[in-house]
């Protein structure tokens, strides 16, 4: 399994483990989920600090013998939190049901912010003395598995997002909205590259936007705390203690200051912010146009005013904020209301105003269900004070919409290629073709490297795999522990037809395999002398073609072996009363079946990652055949502002980059849109029986 699929399982795995303890107690989502966010921090501090304790013990100066104490500053130097022992995690969960966890855990959290003036007031301590006892050992301990105790990089941190996210699907805070997904947070940091400087998020929420923004730092080998300074406002009090822990669980600090941003600028960053990025609440219609008129901040102008003194939509006011912080070089990044990008009248106004400036540099339109708490379709809006002078009066349009990962029956978001492949026509546009041609490069070399991996790579324990060659075993085991019964049955009986046309099958197989493997070994000889030029890689996607379709066909062929071994197993229970026969080990050919599927499944889905990787190169490629950036029909165009002008000042990106033709759909897989209707039906049968209990609890309430 792949690393990152591995975390996806441990954080499902915790996530239903603690949201069953919370269906469990009388607890609702919002009473809950401040005390899980408080734990999940712990551990991740508590992870943070054993990974450095002992690199800074072997540092301590020594007097008399002895080695000075360790101190806060000691852990600082290395990005984590000195714990004090009753604040480390495995003296929480060594408790027994006999102590006060609660106590304990408040003890904990207090001396934390004995020693962190920045956590002071933050952290979750009298939350926890609503919860059981009992419950609280279990949370401690589901919390603490073995496979994060050696678990290596930001897991935690991703954890603590993933459960920020499961709570914005439940509502659990402030309807949810405190929380924007992390896929269009990371797209708006990448575009916007904030390598150094003031990032100011007037309407943070949980922080996210810092700490995309920190991750784009890290990934450039740069230090964040040195290089970044986060600002922040936020109205609602809870949330800043989310977004302070969440900032803390990623090593990072930042000045969130309680406002109403409408009215309030306590930061006072007017004209001083390098970058600000956002996702604020969408058509607020009740900010009081009296308060806001001669706000610095509204440099164009108050859009339109109701007959109650209010603003009639306050998209763009936020819009007018985010570009008067902006410095003469400043950049921004923000979620908006699709509606806004068109609205008329005043709005319009407004909008005509600030394209006149020439500093909209790029609109990317993302289609609905990207959010957990609103299905509605949403924009991004980037802003650069320092546009190169031949685009000033250009915008680059992006329509995305029909770019998208399902996540579940209600949730998108991007993959990550899917992001590259976004973020590839924005290089292009900025004429860095260099990167364009790495991404290309990188898939093509990692194609390969999957293949490789079919027949031999480690798994996240290290521990060798072969995925095709362990399904061929697995399959002729199964086989073999058939063989006794198949040959006391004679040649004639009902399985020989299937017999027959399995072994042929597994005879194509095998030559296949082969003829993939030795195709493979021959592309990787001359992968190494691949030149990188931008035709050498449009003939290196041309010439991998027919790999990338034999590990399709291999793929079907592996879901075929299982299906036959599975008719011919059904046939001799069926048609030959096998089961009655002491020549049919029942227990056996049940395991071995198991086995055999669970090689199917993992030889299936490592084959698939080899087309999945080339179809990425080959999207780029046919799309930007040059290497540079082109009108390409429903996805993007450059467009002038005479054209903008002529469609009422409109920054809607599908009113000018048109729909994509028609397409046949040549990568359709019918099993795994059978999978995805049994993924739906999964999530349907869940609701349902939420439902149901919670129907029973209201009857029982009722006395019915």
Known sequence: ???????????????????????????????????????????????????????????????????????????????????????????????????????????????????YENLRGVLPKSEYQELDNGVLGQLLRTLNPEELKKASGDVFGRIYEYFLTQFADLKAHDNGEFFTPVSLVSLIAHVLEPEGGTVLDPACGSGGMFVQSARFVEQRHQNPTERLTFRGLEKNATTIRLAKMNLA???????????????????????????????????????????VKVDPRLPFGLPGVNKKGKVSNGNYIWISYFYSYLNEQGRAGFVMSSQASSAGRDEAKVRQKLIETGDVEVMVAIRSNFFYTRTVPCELWFLNRAKPLEHRDKVLMIDARHIYRKVTRKIYDFSPEQEQNLLAIVWLYRGQQEHFLDLVAGYLGRMLAEGDACFAGNDDDGKAVEPLPEFTVALAMLQQALQPFLNSIGQDAPPAEVVQELDATARSFIADMEAFEGALEKEQAAWKNQKTTNGALTEAVRRLAPLAEASR???????????????????????????????????????????????????????????????????????????????????????????????????????????????????FDFEEALRTIHVELEDLNAEAVQLAAKIKKNFGELGI
């Open 553 to 667: 066909d291999l793929s079907r062929q592996t879901d075929l072996l299982f299906k036959l071994a599975g008719r011919l197993i059904e046939t001799c229970e069926n048609d030959c009363m096998a089961r009655d026969s002491d020549r049919w080990a029942s227990r056996e050919i049940m395991r071995l079946r198991k086995a055999a599927d669970e090689a199917r499944q993992a030889a299936v889905e490592q084959l698939k990652q080899v087309r999945y990787v080339h179809r990425q190169a080959r999207w780029l490629t046919e799309r930007f055949p040059e290497a540079k950036l082109r009108d390409v029909e429903g996805l993007v165009k450059l467009v002038d502002r005479a054209e903008i002008e002529a469609n009422d000042w409109s920054l809607t990106p599908g009113r000018y980059v048109g729909v994509a033709p028609e397409a046949e759909d040549e990568d």
């Open 249 to 291: 669980v990623h090593g990072l600090e930042g000045d969130i200051q309680k406002a109403i941003t409408y009215y309030e600028d306590p930061h006072e960053l007017l004209n001083k912010a390098d970058f600000v990025m956002a996702n604020p609440p969408f058509n607020v219609d009740e900010i009081d146009a009296d308060k």
């Open 1 to 115: 399994m792949a690393q990152l699929e591995h975390i996806e399982a441990i954080e499902k795995r915790l996530w239903t483990a603690a949201d069953t303890l919370r269906a469990n107690s009388n607890y609702a989502s919002n009473e809950y989920f401040l005390p899980v966010m408080g734990l999940i921090f712990l551990r991740h501090a508590y992870r943070r600090y054993l990974a450095v304790k002992d690199d800074i013990e072997a540092g301590l100066p020594t007097r008399s013998g002895k080695k000075r104490a360790l101190t806060k500053e000691d852990f600082s130097q290395k990005s984590a939190i000195f714990l004090r022992p009753q604040a480390q995690f495995d003296t929480l969960v060594a408790l027994t049901d006999s102590d006060d966890r609660a106590r304990a855990i408040i003890e904990a959290m207090e001396s934390i912010e004995a020693d």
